[in-house]
C-alpha cells in the first residue's frame, strides 16, 4: 500500500512540476502577480511529494518487501541496516529518485530562501527548476520506474554488490548528487537571467551561494569516493581516471570556475555572459556525467546499443536543455553589456586566466574520458585512455594554476602592478623553491613529482597565509594578529580553500611519489622489513561476519621494537552475490599510513603479503575537506545575509497594492 | 549460519582460481631495476576483460599471464617499447593506457592545448578591450580640490 502511494505521489509530482514550470513563466511574462505566485507553493509541494515517494521506497528496502523488483534485485535480509538503506540509492532506479529528490529540494530552497529576488526572476527561476524535474520525473517514470512489482515474491533478495556495502561508499552518492544537482540552480539562474535579459552585481550575489554550495558537496562527494577507492580497492590508488570519477570532476572544475567568475560579476560587473556559459555549461556537465555513469556507454559500447532506452532518454534531456539554454544564450549574451573596466594586470584578468585553466582542463578531462566512444564510432579504432594520458595532460594545468594562484588572490582590483602584488610573496616563493631544491637533492633517482608538488604546496599555502595577513592592515604584531579575526568570512574562506587546494596537491604528488610497496609470500610468524618498520604476520583465522565469511590476518608493525600497531586485513568472501573483496587494514599516521593486505595461500605454505607505506595519505583527505571548510567559510558571509536583510526591510516599506 | 557457511565454501571453491590478485610474490623478478620496468610497463597497459584496471591492478588470470610476458619480454632483452609493441600486435592498441599520438589521436593530445591557446588567444583580445588607458593615473583637478575640502573636515 504505501509502495503504491510512493509511486503515485511520484505520478503527482510530475503533474506539479508541469504546473510549476509553465505557469509561473507565462505569469512573469504577463507581469501576472496571481500566476507567479504560483511558483511558491508548486516547489514546495513538489518537494513533498517527492519525499514522500522516496521515503516509501526507503520503506521498502529498510522492511526488505521482496515483492518490489527493485528490493530484490538489490537487497538481503541479512544485510546490515545502514545498507538497507543505503540500497536505496545504490541502484539506477533510486540513485533517479534522489537525484529528483534533490532537484525538487533545491527548488524549494530557492522558494523558501528566495525572498530577496525580485518576482519576476524568482518565478523563472523556480519554473526552469520545475522543468528540469518534469524532463527527470518523465525520464523515471518511464524508463527506470523504482516501483514495479514483481508477480511472485521470492524469498530472499540477491543483496547489494558488497564493494558497496561500505560507510564511504554509502553517503558518496548522495553528496555528490547534492553538488550535481546543485548546479542545476546555477543553470536556472542563468537561464532565468537570460529570459529577463538582465545580469547585474546582485545577480552574481544571487548565483554564487548556490554555486558555493554545490562545490562543497562536489568536494565532499568526491573526497569520499577516493577515500573509499583507497581503503577498499586494496592497492592504496585514490584516483583512477575512470569514466565515472571524470564524470564528477569535470562538474567539480567547472563549478570552481564558475565560483571565480562570478565574483567578477558581483564585484566589477563584467565577464556576464562568460559567466551565464559558465553556468550553463557546468549543469551541462552535471547531465553528461549522469549520462556517463548511467547509460554505461563509456565502459561498454555494446551493453549500450542493447539497451540503449535510457541513454538516449537523457541524451534528449541534455540536448534540449542544453540545445536551448545555448540558443537563448546565443540570441541574449549581446544584450549583456560589461561595465566595469580592468588593465591587463588586474584582479579580474587574473581571475579570466583561473577560469580559462579550469575550463580547458575540464575540457582535457572530458575528451580524454570521451575519446575511445568518439574513435569507435569514427575512425572504427578500439583504444584506451588512461591515467598516463591524463597525467600528462592534466597536470600541467594544476602546474600553472597553483603557480599563477598566489599571486592573482593579490593583485588589486582594476590596475595593478605584477612586481608591487609580487613584494610581499617573495619569503614564501624564495622558501617553496629552496625547499623544493632540498627535497630534490635528497631523493636521488626518483622523478621530478615530489619536489615540484612540495614547492607548488609551499608556494600556494603560504601564498594564503601572506594573502590573510596582508589584510590586517598596517601596525604591531599583536594588533594585526587581532585585526585578523575581523577579516571578513568570505576573505577567510578564500584562504582557508586556497590552503586546501596547497595542501592536496602536495599530498597527491608526494603519495604519488614516495609511495614504498612490498610483495612477497611470509609464514606465519616469520617478519618483514617494510622501510624502517617491520611487520610480523602472527596468525590468519576463519571469521563469520553478518553476511560474509573472511579469512583474517593478524599482523603487529614494530618500529625499532617497540609496537606501532596491530591491524587485521582481512579477504571476503559474500556468499549471495558470490564475490571476493579484499579489505585492508590501515594504520593511520600523520606522516603516513601503512597499509597492509593479505593475498592468497600459496602452495608451499604462506600467505601472498602486500604492504605499502603511503605518505601523507591523510593530508590529501585533509586538504580536501580544508577546501570545503573554506566554502562553508565564504558561504557564511555576512553579506549574504545583510543582502537578505536589506531586501526585507525594503520589501515591508513598500505598501502593498 | 551454517547455511551461509556452506554456500560461502561452495562459492569460495568455484571462484578461487579467479581470486588471483594483482602482482602476485612469484611473479616478482629478482633484479629490482628490471622489476621495476616491469612495473612501470605493466601500469600503462589495460586488462583486456576488466572494467578499465591496468594489468598492474587486475585479478584477471589474463592479466597475470600478461605480467609473465612482459617479464618474460624484460628477461629476454627487450626495450621498453619493444615490450609494448610485443603486446599491442597480440592484443591491439586497446591495451594501451596512452594512446599513441598518431593518426586521429592526434586530435586527442592537440585539443587540449590548441584550446588553451585559443582561449588565450580570446581572453587577451577581450581584456584588451575592456583595458583602462594605462597613462589615466591620479585625480583630476576639480576631484583633487573636492579631495583636499573633504581633508580639511
Redesign the interface.
Known amino acids: 500500500m504505501i509502495v503504491e502511494l510512493g509511486h503515485f505521489a511520484l505520478v503527482l509530482a510530475l503533474g506539479v512540476a508541469l504546473v510549476q514550470s509553465t505557469l509561473p513563466m507565462w505569469g512573469a511574462y504577463r507581469r501576472n502577480a496571481a500566476l507567479m505566485a504560483l511558483a511558491e507553493p508548486a516547489a514546495m509541494i513538489q518537494f513533498v511529494l517527492v519525499a514522500f515517494s522516496f521515503a516509501a521506497l526507503t520503506y521498502a528496502f529498510v522492511t526488505s518487501d521482496f515483492s518490489l523488483r527493485l528490493v530484490v534485485m538489490n537487497s538481503h535480509t541479512l544485510k546490515p541496516m545502514l545498507y538497507k538503506v543505503s540500497g536505496v540509492w545504490g541502484n539506477h532506479e533510486g540513485s533517479l529518485l534522489l537525484w529528483v529528490l534533490i532537484l525538487a529540494l533545491f527548488g524549494a530552497c530557492a522558494a523558501w530562501f528566495g525572498d530577496n529576488l525580485p518576482p519576476t526572476l524568482k518565478a523563472r527561476v523556480i519554473a526552469v527548476q520545475g522543468l528540469i524535474g518534469v524532463a527527470f520525473l518523465l525520464f523515471m517514470l518511464f524508463t527506470s520506474n523504482p516501483f514495479l512489482r514483481l508477480e511472485v515474491p521470492p524469498l530472499d533478495g540477491q543483496d547489494l554488490n558488497p564493494l558497496l556495502q561500505d560507510p564511504g561508499l554509502a553517503f558518496h552518492p548522495p553528496f555528490l548528487y547534492l553538488g550535481y544537482v546543485g548546479l542545476s540552480m546555477a543553470f536556472s539562474f542563468a537561464v532565468a537571467a537570460l529570459i529577463e535579459g538582465r545580469v547585474d552585481a546582485a545577480w552574481g550575489r544571487w548565483v554564487r551561494p548556490w554555486t558555493l554550495a554545490a562545490w562543497i558537496f562536489l568536494t565532499i562527494g568526491i573526497a569520499l569516493g577516493s577515500w573509499w577507492a583507497y581503503y577498499e580497492l586494496g592497492w592504496g590508488g585514490f584516483w583512477f581516471w575512470d569514466p565515472v570519477e571524470n564524470a564528477s570532476f569535470m562538474p567539480w572544475l567547472l563549478a570552481a570556475a564558475l565560483l571565480h567568475s562570478a565574483i567578477v560579476v558581483e564585484k566589477r560587473e563584467s565577464l556576464k555572459a562568460w559567466t551565464i556559459l559558465l553556468a550553463i555549461m557546468a549543469f551541462g556537465f552535471s547531465l553528461i556525467g549522469t549520462f556517463i555513469v548511467r547509460s554505461g556507454v563509456i565502459t561498454s559500447v555494446p551493453a549500450f546499443a542493447n539497451d540503449p532506452e535510457r541513454g538516449v532518454f537523457i541524451l534528449m534531456i541534455l540536448a534540449v536543455f542544453m540545445g536551448g539554454a545555448l540558443t537563448l544564450f546565443a540570441f541574449r549574451a549581446g544584450s549583456m553589456e560589461a561595465k566595469g573596466v580592468f588593465s591587463m594586470v588586474s584582479r579580474e584578468s587574473a581571475l579570466v586566466v583561473n577560469n580559462l585553466l579550469l575550463s580547458v582542463s575540464a575540457f582535457v578531462v572530458f575528451i580524454g574520458t570521451i575519446w575511445p566512444l568518439v574513435a569507435e564510432l569514427a575512425f572504427d579504432r578500439k583504444l584506451s585512455v588512461g591515467e598516463p594520458f591524463f597525467n600528462a595532460a592534466f597536470s600541467p594545468f594544476v602546474v600553472g594554476l597553483a603557480l599563477v594562484l598566489p599571486v592573482g588572490a593579490m593583485i588589486p582590483w582594476k590596475r595593478g602592478e605584477v612586481r608591487r602584488s609580487l613584494r610581499p610573496l617573495w619569503p614564501a616563493l624564495v622558501l617553496a623553491v629552496s625547499v623544493g631544491a632540498l627535497v630534490w637533492a635528497m631523493q636521488t633517482g626518483r622523478s621530478a613529482l615530489g619536489p615540484v608538488g612540495v614547492m607548488l604546496g609551499i608556494w600556494v599555502v603560504l601564498g594564503a597565509a601572506i594573502d590573510l595577513w596582508s589584510k590586517t592592515g598596517r601596525g604591531t604584531i599583536g594588533g594585526r594578529f587581532g585585526r585578523m579575526w575581523r577579516v571578513p568570512r568570505a576573505d577567510w574562506g578564500k584562504v582557508v580553500a586556497h590552503t586546501g587546494l596547497g595542501v592536496t596537491i602536495f599530498a597527491v604528488s608526494a603519495m604519488l611519489a614516495w609511495k614504498t610497496e612490498d610483495i612477497r609470500v611470509v609464514q606465519v610468524g616469520e617478519a618483514f622489513p617494510l622501510g624502517s618498520y617491520e611487520v610480523t604476520l602472527k596468525a590468519v583465522d576463519e571469521v563469520e561476519g553478518p553476511n560474509y565469511l573472511s579469512t583474517m590476518a593478524t599482523m603487529e608493525v614494530r618500529r625499532a621494537g617497540a609496537l606501532v600497531a596491530t591491524l587485521t586485513p582481512e579477504k571476503r568472501i559474500y556468499p549471495v552475490q558470490a564475490m571476493p573483496t579484499t579489505e585492508a587494514a590501515i594504520d593511520y599516521g600523520f606522516w603516513r599510513d601503512i597499509y597492509l593486505v593479505i593475498g592468497d595461500a600459496q602452495e608451499n605454505g604462506g600467505w601472498a603479503v602486500r604492504s605499502y607505506i603511503e605518505p601523507f595519505a591523510n593530508w590529501l583527505w585533509a586538504g580536501t575537506l580544508i577546501m570545503a571548510l573554506g566554502g562553508c567559510l565564504s558561504l557564511s558571509d555576512r553579506r549574504y545575509r545583510v543582502a537578505a536583510g536589506a531586501a526585507r526591510r525594503t520589501a515591508t516599506g513598500v505598501p502593498a497594492e | ?1 551454517r547455511l ?2 556452506a ?6 571453491l ?2 578461487w582460481p ?9 611473479e ?1 623478478l629478482a633484479d629490482a631495476a628490471l622489476e621495476a620496468r616491469a612495473r612501470s610497463i605493466s ?2 597497459l ?1 586488462c583486456p576483460v576488466c ?2 584496471e ?1 594489468i598492474d ?1 587486475s585479478n584477471a588470470p589474463i592479466s597475470r599471464d600478461l605480467r609473465l610476458v612482459v617479464r618474460e619480454r624484460l628477461l629476454a632483452g627487450d626495450s621498453d617499447d619493444e615490450v609494448i609493441d610485443f603486446i599491442v600486435t597480440r592484443y ?8 599513441k599520438p598518431e ?3 592526434l586530435i ?2 592537440l ?2 592545448p590548441g ?2 591557446l585559443a ?2 588567444g580570446v ?1 587577451f583580445a ?3 578591450r ?3 588607458p ?1 597613462l589615466d593615473v591620479g585625480l583630476t583637478d576639480a576631484e583633487q580640490s573636492r579631495l583636499d575640502d573633504l581633508l580639511k573636515k
Do not use: I
Open positions: 549460519m551461509l557457511r554456500t560461502g565454501l561452495l562459492v569460495l568455484l571462484v579467479l581470486t588471483v590478485q594483482a602482482v602476485q610474490p612469484d616478482v601500469h600503462n589495460r572494467q578499465g591496468s591492478d591491439g592498441e586497446f591495451v594501451l593506457f596512452n594512446p593518426g586521429a589521436n586527442l593530445w585539443a587540449g584550446l588553451l582561449g588565450l581572453a577581450y581584456v584588451r575592456r583595458g583602462v594605462v
